[in-house]
C-alpha cells in the first residue's frame, strides 16, 4: 500500500492537447481563410471557440494544471519564431498583415520561399525550420502566450502557459550563413523569455511549461553546458511563475542531472519512452511522471503505471501524474468510433480517454491506492489478431531473401527494358485530389454510389492524368491515385491485422491531417491491392507507368503501431505483403514499382546508441519486399522531409535502382551528402517545392538542375517535385510541371 499524499503541487496534467478540432474544425477554417472564404476575424473566432472548448473540457474532465498556449494556426516552432521576431525579413518585405506574413513563412509566396519543414524529432508531425543568423535580433516581438493565458482566465480557467524552450528552440534552428551558431544567439534569446515569464507572473500564471525535447536526443557538451546556462538564468528570474520543464520523447540522460542542479521548481520524464533504472535526488522539485503514453492509442496498464509514479516517491520532494509527451500525436475522441470491432476498440484509449486515465491514476497516487483496486483496473483485454502462416514465413526467412542482384547488372537490364533518356522526368504518385474524386469516394462510402460507377469515375480520372501527363512530356508516368484517400490508409483497408478509423484525424502539418489506421496484429495481404489501377493505367500508355507502393517502415510510422512485439517482426510480416504485391505487378508488365519510405528517418532513435538495430532492420524490411523483383523492373523510393544527410548510408543499402529525395526548400543540401557519401544509384533531388503553393520558375528549376549535375553523373539523375501532388491544385501543379519537363530539356541539350 504506497503511503498517503497530499495534492501535489501541479497534480494531475497533460503536457499539450490535440489542436486541430474534433471535426477538424481549424483546419476547414484555415483552409477557406486561404481561398477567401472567410476573413481574419472569422478564422479568428474559430480558433478562440476551439481553445475556450479544450480547456473547458480538460477541466472538467478534473485534472489539477491544463496547458494553454499549445494552439497554432500552423506549427508551434513557427509561432515561437514569430513569438521572438525570428521571421527572415523576406516575409516582412510582402507587407502583409501580421496573420498572413506568418502564414507565408510556412507556406510561401511567389518571390518569398517557404521556410524548410522538416519532421519533429522522431514523429510524424512537421515543423517549419527557424532561419537564425548573426543579423537576427531576438526580442519579444509577440504576446501570444499572455493573450492565450488571459482569454481562458476570462473563463474561469487557470493555464499553464506551454513554450518552446529556449535551447531546444535554437537546436532545431538553421543557420542562414555558414559558420554561424545559433547558440550564439542563447543570451539574447533568454532576456526575451525573462521579459516573457513576467509578463506572464504579472497576469498571475503560477506555473510556465518549458519543452525541451532536444535533449532526448544525443547532445554535445556545449549544448549541455547551453541548458544548464538557461535554466540557471531563468530560474533566477525575480518575478516569475514556478517553471516546469519537460523532454519527453525518450531518456534525458545527462540533461536529467543538470536539470537538476537549476533553480526551476519542476521536472517531466517521459516514462514511456525510457525507464529511469535510476534518477538524481531531487526532493526539492516536482517530478511530474509521464506514464500515459502520448503517442500511441493503447489503453494504459494502470498497474505498471501507478508502480513507475510511485517508484519515484522518496527521490522527488512531490510526484505529479501526466501523459508521457503532448497529446498531440493522438487523435480526440475513441467514443464516435463506433465502427470499430469491438476486441480492437476495447484495447484503445485516444486524448479524451487518455486524460480519464490520468486523472485516475493521480487520484490512486495521492490517496496511497495501490495498483490492486477492484473497479476494472485490470481487466483482461482481449488479444491480438494471429496468424500461424504469417509467423512461420517470417520465421523462415534468410539473408537470401533481402538481396537482389548487383546493381550495374540491373541497371544494364533496366536501360534495355525501359530505354529513359538521361534527366528522366516524373511525378512521385499522386496528383491533385478534386472535389469530384473526394466526392465520388464519399458517395461509395455512403453507399449513393455503387462500385461500378466508382470505378468508372475513377478510371476516367486516371485516363486523363495519363493524357496530361503525355501531353506535359513527362518521361514516366503514374496513374495518380485518385482512388486512395491516403498513402497509408489506403493499404491499411486491404490487410488483415488492421483496423481503420472514422474521425480519428492527427495534425501532420499546417492543414495536413491524416487517420493513422491501428496495427491490431499479425498482418497479411488476402489479395493484391494495386494491380487493377496500375495495369489500367498503363495500358493507356506506351511509356512506362509505375506501380505505387507504400514501404512497410513508413506504413508502420504513419499508424499506430501494437506494442506487444517488436517492431522488426510487425515490418517484416508488412514486407512480405508487399513483396507479394510486387510480384503480381510484374506479372501484369509493370516495369517500375515505387515503394515509398518517406519516414525511414522519421523512425530513426534519437539516441546514437539505438541506431544501428533499427536501421538494420527498417533496412532489412525494404530490401525484404523488394527483393524478389526481377533484374530489369526497377525499384524506386522516395523520401521526404527530414535530414537525409545523417542516415545517407543506410539509403544507400536500401539498394533502390532509384531514390527520390526532398531537396527544393533545403537548396539541394542533399548533394554534399550524396557527392561524399559516393553514392553509386538513380536519385532525384526534388526541384518543385509541392508543400508551397508558388510555381517555381523554368529558370529556377534549371538553376537547381544544373546544381544537381554537378554532384550526380546526369544518366543516374532525375528530375521530380519533393513529393506527391495530392494537396495541390491544378492551377499551380500544370504550370509547375511544364516549367520542370522544359529545365529537364534545356539542361539535357548542354550535356556531352
Known sequence: MLARRELVTIGTTVLGYPRIGPRRELKRAVERYWAAKIDAPDLQEVARDLRARTWTELRDAGLDSIPSNTFSFYDHVLDTAE??????RRFHDLDLSPLNTYLAAARGRDSAPALEMTKWFDTNYHYLVPELGPDTSLRLAGDKPVVEYHEARELGIETRPVLLGPVTFLLLSKPDQNGFDPLDLLDDLLAAYAELLGRLHAEGAEWVQLDEPAFAADRTDAELAALGRAYDLLGAVPERPKLLVTGYYGDLGSALEILATTPVEAIALDLVS????????????????????GRNVWRTDLRAALAKAAALIGSAG?????????????????DVETRLEPEVRARLAFARQKVAEVVRLGAALNKGVDGAWADGAAEELPAPLHNDEVRARVAALTEADRVRPLYADRAAAQQRRLNLPPLATTTIGSFPQTTEIRTARAELRNETLDEGGYLKRMRDEIARVIALQEEIGLDVLVHGEPERNDMVQYFADFLDGFASTEFAWVQSYGSRCVRPPIIHGDVSRPKPMTVDWASYAQSLSVKPVKGMLTGPVTILAWSFVRDDQPLADTAA???????????????????????????????LPLRTV??????????????????????????????????????INAIDDLDADVTTIEAARSKMEILTDLRTSGFGRGVGPGVYDIHSPRVPGEDEVTSL???????????????????????????EVEPALRNLVAAARRVRATLP
Not at 513569438?83 to 527572415?88: C, E, K, M, T, V
Open 705 to 731: 538542375l544544373t546544381a544537381a549535375v554537378d554532384a550526380v553523373p546526369a544518366a543516374r539523375l532525375w528530375v521530380n517535385p519533393d513529393c506527391g501532388l495530392k494537396t495541390r491544385g491544378y492551377a
Open 573 to 603: 510480416q508488412v514486407a512480405l505483403a508487399l513483396r507479394d504485391e510486387i510480384a503480381d505487378l510484374e506479372a501484369a508488365g509493370i516495369s517500375i514499382v515505387q515503394v515509398d519510405e518517406p519516414a525511414l528517418r522519421e523512425l
Open 610 to 647: 539505438d541506431q544501428a538495430s533499427y536501421l538494420e532492420w527498417s533496412v532489412g524490411a525494404f530490401r525484404l519486399a523488394t527483393a524478389g523483383a526481377v533484374p530489369s523492373t526497377q525499384i524506386h523510393t522516395h523520401l521526404c522531409y527530414s535530414e537525409f544527410g545523417e542516415v
Open 83 to 88: 513569438l521572438f521576431g525570428a521571421i527572415p
Open 274 to 293: 525510457a525507464s529511469y533504472d535510476t534518477v538524481p535526488a531531487l526532493r526539492e522539485k516536482t517530478v511530474v511522471a509521464g506514464v500515459v503514453d
Open 318 to 334: 512531490e510526484v505529479a501524474v501526466s501523459t508521457s509527451s503532448t497529446l498531440l500525436h493522438v487523435p480526440y475522441d475513441l
